[in-house]
């Protein structure tokens, strides 16, 4: 669930009842918002992508030395498919990147190759020698047009395009391009949901897809939409609590929507009981408990789970910003919440609607 659109701001508004949202209105907003992090995420690959120093983008073994001089086609290209990256971010343009290293796919790294794409092996004067340097935009649109087909195929036509990894994109700075360097690398990382590619161990032909988060994970907050990590004590959109594997309910094909919202709610309902202590924990934190379903492309690459999370949802749409873990005292846009009041004894309680909160009786 890679989500975050910093254009669309909301404005904070009383927290509803959580039992009157569910999962499919909590579901609707999320890819609503997980559309605008895929655009927010293609200009960060593509600004970011690039290196500073056209001196140091050589492709080399953890234990040699960076190659210098001017670089070349050939010393660009030596990463083969399968080949995964490591380097030490920096937030600095002009540094980042520098100590580009090979290394085992066992081992943490923040990319692995699918294919390398020569630019200059194309017709036309837009990719010839003294050619104008193309720019961000222009290599996110190179990156679409040759990267996610390279990935797609990488991986056996197995990618999951709403996991947890996105197709990313390594070019030549204006310094190489302007020395004749025209190699893209096209490969696959894990980012988080603002584009920073993050660290991952094993290669991703052997790895489950799943865009879940590990329980006790808090997703920060951008203008009312989901941003990285955080610790829990910052400002963020929702908490894990929870990761559910669909495969132990569903060995034998995919599962439709509400099969699967049949099955996620009760298993999410008694993971978040058990997470918060209590069977009415989630309803007096005036919190709702909510997840994603696995369409067919994704279950066809093999991805089978999802995260059971709670957040609180704004009427505007987007999340409303919570401080502290629900496991203990929180406050929600600056104010603790407020419990609403108990059924009365005796009276029907309709039957929850996926997702929501658990309905209780009892205070």
């Known amino acids: 669930m890679s989500t975050s659109d910093p254009a669309r701001p909301g404005k904070p508004t009383t927290t509803r009842n959580p039992r009157t949202v569910s999962a499919h209105v909590a579901r609707r907003g999320l890819v609503f918002v997980a559309v605008g992090a895929v655009a927010a995420a293609a200009i960060t690959l593509s600004v970011s992508g690039g290196f500073s120093q056209p001196e140091k983008i050589a492709t080399h073994s953890a234990s040699s030395p960076a190659t210098s001089g001017a670089v070349t086609a050939k010393t660009f290209g030596s990463a083969d498919p399968g080949t995964c990256l490591q380097w030490t971010p920096t937030d600095d343009p002009a540094t980042d990147r520098q100590d580009l290293a090979e290394v085992s796919c066992a081992d943490p790294h923040r990319f692995e190759v699918a294919a390398d794409v020569d630019l200059s092996a194309y017709p036309g004067l837009e990719f010839a020698p003294n050619s104008m340097y193309p720019g961000a935009q222009r290599f996110g649109?190179?990156?679409?047009?040759?990267?996610?087909?390279?990935?797609?195929?990488?991986?056996?036509?197995?990618?999951?395009?709403?996991?947890?990894?996105?197709?990313?994109?390594?070019?030549?700075?204006?310094?190489?391009?302007?020395?004749?360097?025209?190699?893209?690398?096209?490969?696959?990382?894990?980012?988080?949901?603002?584009?920073?590619?993050?660290?991952?161990?094993?290669?991703?032909?052997?790895?489950?897809?799943?865009?879940?988060?590990?329980?006790?994970?808090?997703?920060?907050?951008?203008?009312?939409?989901?941003?990285?990590?955080?610790?829990?004590?910052?400002?963020?959109?929702?908490?894990?609590?929870?990761?559910?594997?669909?495969?132990?309910?569903?060995?034998?094909?995919?599962?439709?929507?509400?099969?699967?919202?049949?099955?996620?709610?009760?298993?999410?309902?008694?993971?978040?009981?058990?997470?918060?202590?209590?069977?009415?924990?989630?309803?007096?934190?005036?919190?709702?408990?909510?997840?994603?379903?696995?369409?067919?492309?994704?279950?066809?690459?093999?991805?089978?789970?999802?995260?059971?999370?709670?957040?609180?949802?704004?009427?505007?749409?987007?999340?409303?910003?919570?401080?502290?873990?629900?496991?203990g005292d929180i406050l929600i846009n600056g104010q603790p919440p407020a419990p609403p009041p108990s059924a009365p004894d005796g009276r029907a309680l309709p039957t929850p609607l996926p997702g929501a909160a658990p309905i209780t009786s009892g205070g």
């Open 141 to 327: 649109q190179l990156r679409d047009e040759h990267c996610v087909d390279a990935v797609d195929d990488y991986l056996g036509a197995k990618f999951d395009p709403s996991g947890k990894f996105s197709v990313g994109l390594m070019f030549p700075s204006e310094a190489g391009w302007a020395s004749g360097e025209r190699t893209l690398r096209c490969g696959i990382q894990k980012s988080t949901n603002t584009g920073i590619p993050q660290e991952m161990t094993g290669s991703v032909l052997d790895l489950d897809q799943s865009n879940v988060w590990e329980p006790g994970t808090c997703i920060g907050i951008l203008q009312n939409v989901p941003a990285d990590p955080v610790d829990c004590s910052a400002p963020h959109a929702f908490e894990v609590v929870s990761v559910a594997d669909l495969s132990q309910q569903f060995p034998n094909g995919i599962p439709n929507e509400a099969d699967q919202d049949a099955y996620l709610t009760t298993v999410c309902t008694d993971a978040v009981n058990a997470y918060l202590g209590s069977p009415t924990a989630l309803r007096d934190k005036t919190l709702t408990l909510f997840w994603d379903n696995i369409d067919v492309t994704s279950w066809l690459a093999g991805s089978r789970q999802v995260s059971c999370s709670i957040g609180s949802e704004l009427d505007t749409g987007g999340f409303a910003t919570i401080v502290g873990s629900a496991q």
